[in-house]
């Protein structure tokens, strides 16, 4: 009933899980920073992706399940300070932008999944300058898509981080109500903290908004234009879900991450993890 199988796609290899009962399949490309780039439930992909940016190394990928690591978000200027000295790096950090190594593949007849691995590299310490090691294992199961972490530490000091994920969901619809606990959002619009009544809309905002008082680690919403409805369910590490479109692109990005953007310079909320130490944590996603 579950398969892997491998393939090329414009030199890229894709590693595609499927289930052949349910019509439904996962696509992870490893050399594009581990990327989730497709995944479909009864024939119909959930997704939105562009594949002009997936297909050129030197874009970020507009679409999939970016891997936001080890900062979410943007950094003032691009840059932080560390133990006296300042770093640049990039917009969500360093993991999407480096190849991923598959260590394991399986398949049996209740899932079908692929382990992935990523270290610290000279390239990566130019901007991160810590020894780690994630290892993310990727399920496609009959309820929908498991996505496993492991943050592990090689240090010798505290490692800093607030990772998060970036899906792109496909929608033409902007207009949503979200099925979630958070009462209050942060509209980066205009930096105004506001009340959640009922549907968000983010037609036309050039920036995003982030819910900031949620306690249930789940949020729901569904998709008018697609009849489905997406449940996403995470770790407790992660406190915010980030809401974000782009005009006249037919997705909304419903992102959790662990701390809101520039939290590298303001240093309040960091999840830190100890010298050997590794944080293992979790994110669900269901379609029905």
Known sequence: MYQVKVYKDN??????????????????????????????????????????????AEKNIRGGIPILFPISGQLDKGEYEWNGKVYHMKNHGVARNNPWEVIATKADEEQASITLRLKSNAETKIEFPFDFELIFTYTLTTKGLEIHQQYMNHSDSSMPMYPGFHPYFKTTHKDLTYITDAKTYLDYNDMAVKEIEGRLDLADKKESFALLDATKKEIAFELPDRKKTISLTYGNEFNYVVLWTEKDQDFVCVEPWMALTNELNRKEELVMVKPGETLRTTLNISVK
């Open 11 to 56: 030199a890229y290899d894709v590693y595609e899980l499927t289930n052949s009962e349910a019509n439904s399949w996962l696509k992870v490309v490893p050399e594009r920073g581990g990327i989730i780039t497709g995944f479909g439930v009864e024939g119909e992909e959930t997704l939105f992706l562009n594949k002009g940016t997936l297909y050129h």
